[in-house]
């Protein structure tokens, strides 16, 4: 039985990692160059896999103020994101869920910080079981398996009980690593990336109700 739903946040809660790539995009076409997903796709759901400033003066083949262009790209990254709503279905699982008496939570390489100020503005920093990030520290940040099995060991739950929903690769390797059934939700920027190691990949929540959702789980594990 399906006891906790545990949700990455940047990109499958709020689409804050769709605006990270568009700044960065728009920060290196600002100097001539152009910014590929499949080199952007190292930096998604983990800390330190990818430096896009490096990769600017690499491409330009000359130094650039890396302060000045990091400082507008997070002003405009901020900004943006700061508007961004839940993505579609989110609000409808996070209210079946808690109906159904399961427990939700955030499992995110970011930090609680940031999490905490989308939570408030959202009006949802409530009811959450748990909330664990990386707050920095590659050290614990996804693709390793350790974010989740600290969100199962503090709600006590066992990772077959456990669903986690994903829109990186990286994302679903930690999930997978950990023994959970993970769904793949993608966004724009993760849609054009391979997520094949998902044990379910669905274009939106909205797709696939939560109770429709827990019958698929429960008929594969049955299998």
Known sequence: MIEALLFDFDGLLVDSESVAFQTWQEAYREHGAELAVERWAAAIGTLGGFDPLAHLEESLGRAIDRDAVERAQRERELALAAVEPFRPGVAEYLEEARDRGLRVAIVSSSSNEWI?????????????????????DAARAKPLPTLYLDALATLGVAPEAAIAFEDSPNGVAAARAAGIFCVAVPNSVTAQLDLSAADLLVESLEDIPLRELLRVVAERRAA
């Open 116 to 136: 905490a100020g989308h939570l408030e503005r959202l009006e949802t920093a409530d009811g959450w079981a748990c909330i664990v990030c990386a707050n920095g």
